[in-house]
């Protein structure tokens, strides 16, 4: 008497980390899901660091692909608690001010380009701003100082946790704060470091 098997079931496929659009996040899926984003947006950060630095030697294009795909998809997600929906909104800041300042750099490099005819190798643009030696700030803080007092922040091991006008808005905070209790008539930010990590300090100037 042949006896026939009986067939294995079929096995399941793993449930996938990103809620789909317009369902609701799972326990716990969603902020996995916000995990993930946040360890991509932070190597976003680093490799176009590398790359703007020459240790890399194509843009991170796929990463950045990725990562516009994945807030799409999470947009589309019903948000589980304030908390989270605040955390999304901070991570698109983030990736905005990233996509922002790499789009900042690649005009700067075209119109420098633009300049020379034929393309030769051309000298290195004086640093206006050194955030190790420090920039003063009177009242407004321009651009490019925030910019590169975030530039040389994002470089460290930990990295800012803020995108640059949330940064911006931070030092102009300080350096009224700071003129107000001392009476300086400016304010001098440097980046130092202590203990293996970069720190911000600030340092009254002037009368």
């Known amino acids: 008497m042949n006896l026939k098997r009986s067939a294995a079931p079929a096995a399941r ?17 969603y902020q996995e899901a916000l995990d993930e984003l946040d360890r991509q947006v932070r190597q976003l950060r680093i490799d176009f ?5 020459g240790a890399l030697p194509f843009p991170p294009d796929d990463l950045r692909g990725r990562i516009q795909n994945q807030l799409k998809a999470l ?8 908390v989270e929906s605040f955390r999304m909104g901070d991570l698109e800041a983030r990736f905005n ?6 789009n900042r750099r690649v005009r ?16 290195a643009r004086p640093k206006l701003f050194d955030p190790e030696a ?11 100082a925030a910019e590169a007092l975030y530039a040389a922040l994002a470089r460290g091991p930990d990295g800012p946790k803020f995108d640059l006008a949330s940064f911006r808005s931070y030092l102009e905070r300080q350096t009224a704060a700071l003129r107000g ?7 001098l930010f440097r980046l130092a470091a202590e203990d293996g990590k970069l ?3 600030a340092r009254p100037v002037g009368a």
């Open 13 to 29: 496929p793993a449930p996938s980390r990103t809620p789909g659009p317009g369902r609701k996040a799972q326990p716990g899926g």
């Open 49 to 53: 660091e590398r790359y703007w630095n």
């Open 75 to 82: 947009r589309n997600v019903s948000m589980r608690s304030a």
């Open 97 to 102: 001010s990233y996509n922002e300042l790499w």
């Open 108 to 123: 700067d490099r075209e119109e420098g380009r633009s300049q020379n005819h034929p393309p030769v190798t051309v000298a």
């Open 134 to 144: 420090g920039i003063v700030v009177a009242e407004r803080v321009e651009p490019e």
């Open 181 to 187: 209790k001392t009476g300086c008539s400016a304010v």
């Open 199 to 201: 720190k911000l300090k």
